[in-house]
């Protein structure tokens, strides 16, 4: 089974504080993606990496960086943490090519207070 | 830009019934069609994934199925039950630049 697993289902963190979320797959997939999702909006593409230390950005890419210096992991980063970045955060990986499949983690609830 | 359109956002139907999810796409030239299933405050969980050469596939209650040239794929329940009830997404996978475009999903909740 695939799996794709981030560090945390649920953090809570204060004001300005530096967050690193962290994905980790083990199919030695190319591609991962970082989402966020909040109600009424849907999935919103943060970031994507297809490869290792390469990025680019997607949607909503204010706010954040990322870092992918190993195939199998892929890090968030909250340089400085903002009450409008409260919101489920969501990791994917796929294969690159035409016919993949995503998988997803188990989603992060992330509170900034 | 290519768009994923679920229609409705949410769906109520008594226990037992056969449903019917649609999702409607922009762009004709689409690789794959994915339908995932979350429940709340959880991840997405991949239900069928739908490959460019293929028009339908098959998991035990679920069948879902690619119109190419209409632009829609629809993810048919059988015997809907309880535990059925959750947001259900479809997704463009592959190709594109290997993004995934989501649609918003639909909220299903199965009536005992």
Redesign the interface.
């Known amino acids: 089974d695939v799996k794709v697993t981030?560090s945390s289902r649920y953090l809570v963190k204060r004001t300005g504080e530096k967050v690193f979320l962290e994905c980790v797959q083990d199919m030695d997939h190319e591609?991962m993606?970082w989402y966020r999702q909040d109600p009424?909006?849907?999935?919103r593409?943060i970031y994507?990496s297809?490869d290792v230390k390469m990025k680019?950005k997607?949607d909503i890419p204010e706010g954040y960086s990322v870092s992918r210096e190993k195939k199998e992991r892929f890090s968030l980063i909250l340089e400085s943490a903002s009450t409008n970045q409260t919101s489920?955060y969501?990791c994917?990986s796929?294969f690159?090519?035409?016919?993949?499949?995503?998988?997803?983690?188990?989603?992060t609830?992330l509170t900034v207070v | 830009k290519q768009e994923v359109t679920q229609i409705p956002a949410a769906l109520s139907v008594p226990e037992g019934e056969n449903l019917v999810l649609n999702c409607s796409f922009t762009d004709s030239a689409i690789y794959n069609l994915q339908w995932f299933r979350q429940d709340p405050g959880k991840g997405l969980t991949s239900l069928l994934l739908i490959q460019s050469s293929q028009r339908e596939q098959t998991s035990g209650r679920l069948n879902a199925s690619l119109d190419k040239s209409s632009g829609r794929s629809t993810l048919y329940i059988a015997a809907s039950q309880p535990g059925d009830s959750a947001t259900y997404l479809c997704a463009q996978t592959g190709g594109l630049g290997d993004k995934i475009i989501f649609g918003k999903g639909t909220r299903l909740h199965i009536l005992p």
């Open positions: 981030q591609n993606f009424g909006l849907g999935l593409l994507f297809y680019e997607g489920m969501l994917a796929s690159r090519g035409l016919d993949t499949e995503a998988f997803f983690g188990q989603g609830r």
